[in-house]
């Protein structure tokens, strides 16, 4: 298992590396691996099945050929170079979203709900987005306060933080600071992950 997890974070993109000082204080606590080649770390022991840390196996090719028939959607580059490693990725009440596999494994894919997948950010940028009024491509959201979650959105090389009103709450230009501002805020907001 550790072999896999170090294998998976120094396989990710300089700008992505937070996630691996983030994934490593929690490396030493319950984890597995699941059939779908999920690493899960920090078991939440108020729930039978849930970990507070999910890495996805990174992505095929063919989830991106089939997710740009599907939605005739660009994924920036440095999203996609993060999804070829890690499709995916949850900490907490905060989400990375991937080309979740059901769906991308044929053209006609289906969702499996029976099987742990990453959020997906196909839906995300057809429809999710427009909850937040924005037309730049969504990548992710987390937990906000208890009225609403924030979304994640890239243009060009800017980072935004946005919520349901349109109020841009935070702006980053790199996904390194993005990364440590985002997991920090998280991991402070998660009293479950840090009472066990």
């Not at 000082?21 to 606590?29: I, L, P, S, T």
């Not at 009024?133 to 090389?157: A, I, P, V, W």
């Not at 933080?161 to 920090?184: A, I, M, P």
Request: charged share 25%; proline share 4%; aromatic share 14%.
């Amino acid at each position: 298992m550790k072999s896999e997890l170090k294998e998976k974070l120094s396989s990710l993109p300089n700008d992505f590396l937070p996630i691996e000082r983030f994934v490593n204080k929690y490396a030493e606590r319950e984890s597995r691996i699941d059939n779908l080649g999920t690493i899960q770390l920090a078991k939440n022991p108020e729930f039978t099945e849930a970990y507070f840390i999910n890495l996805f196996e990174g992505a095929q090719q063919l989830y991106f050929d089939n997710f740009l028939t599907q939605y005739n959607h660009v994924i920036p580059e440095p999203i996609k170079s993060f999804l070829r490693i890690m499709n995916g990725f949850h900490f907490c009440d905060f989400n990375i979203y991937g080309l979740t596999p059901s769906l991308y494994k044929s053209t006609d894919g289906l969702l499996d709900r029976t099987v742990l997948q990453p959020l997906d950010i196909g839906t995300a940028n057809e429809d999710w987005k427009h909850e937040f009024k924005r037309s730049d491509f969504h990548f992710g959201s987390r937990y906000f306060d208890d009225e609403q979650n924030c979304g994640y959105f890239l243009e060009g090389d800017i980072i935004r933080s946005c919520l349901t009103t349109g109020e841009v709450v935070g702006t980053w230009t790199n996904f390194s600071d993005f990364l440590t501002s985002e997991l920090t805020t998280t991991e402070q907001n998660e009293t479950g992950l840090n009472n066990h």
